[in-house]
């Protein structure tokens, strides 16, 4: 019964069924304890799966909820995931960003490299990130996010401190550790720290 859990019953398998294993060069024998990485069958979905040998047979290449799913006989065009190739065409739309790749026949996952156009106006660099951090940061070039990045520390300093820059942050935080302390008025708490920031602020 052993020998069916096998490299050669696993290739045989995926090759039949279209999985893409995570893992393909096994160095030890493979047994029905086994854990088999690979993704999703559900091109809507694109999950990473991981399940034993046994389980990976018996239920194939499913994350749990594209098992579930399934049990209820719904089809895969019913069941859209944050990693799934509808839910990409949407963010697309809805931030006009235009992709550079056709995905339309790919298994995605958050780990999945998506290509596109720098969305950034009369910017023609192109990105280049995985699903997951496409979601974090948007369709931007290097450039364009770095540039987001500054803009938006500039804007929290400001915002703070009155400053554009985070050099004296450091003379901030010194002068609040060394003299911060909690004093009680009327019943309420207040801390010397925001005295200091004021101070501070003044002498720059």
């Given at each position: 019964?052993?020998?069916?859990y ?47 040998f ?27 995931t ?40 009369n910017?023609?660099?192109e ?13 931007y ?5 770095k540039?987001?990045k ?23 935080r ?14 309420l708490t ?15």
């Open positions: 019964m052993s020998k069916i096998n490299l050669e019953r696993l290739q045989s398998y995926c090759k039949e069924n279209g999985v893409t294993l995570l893992e393909e060069n096994f160095n030890y024998d493979l047994n029905s304890n086994s854990i088999i990485k690979s993704y999703c069958l559900n091109k809507n979905c694109g999950l990473l799966v991981s399940k034993k046994l389980s990976f047979l018996k239920t194939g290449s499913y994350c749990k909820k594209c098992n579930l799913f399934k049990s209820k006989k719904l089809n895969d065009s019913e069941y859209t944050k990693y799934g190739l509808d839910s990409l065409e949407k963010y697309c739309h809805e931030n006009n960003i235009t992709l550079l790749k056709d995905y339309s026949k790919i298994i995605l996952s958050q780990k999945s490299r998506i290509i596109g156009k720098c969305q950034t106006n910017c023609e660099n990105f280049n990130k995985s699903f997951e951090n496409f979601y974090k940061r948007s369709g070039c290097n450039l364009c996010t540039n987001i500054v803009y938006k520390q500039k804007q929290t300093f400001l915002h703070l401190f009155s400053f554009k820059t985070p050099i004296l942050l450091g003379k901030i010194k002068k609040c550790k060394i003299n911060s302390r909690n004093f009680t008025y009327d019943g207040f801390s010397s720290s925001f005295c200091l920031f004021e101070d501070v602020k003044d002498e720059i």
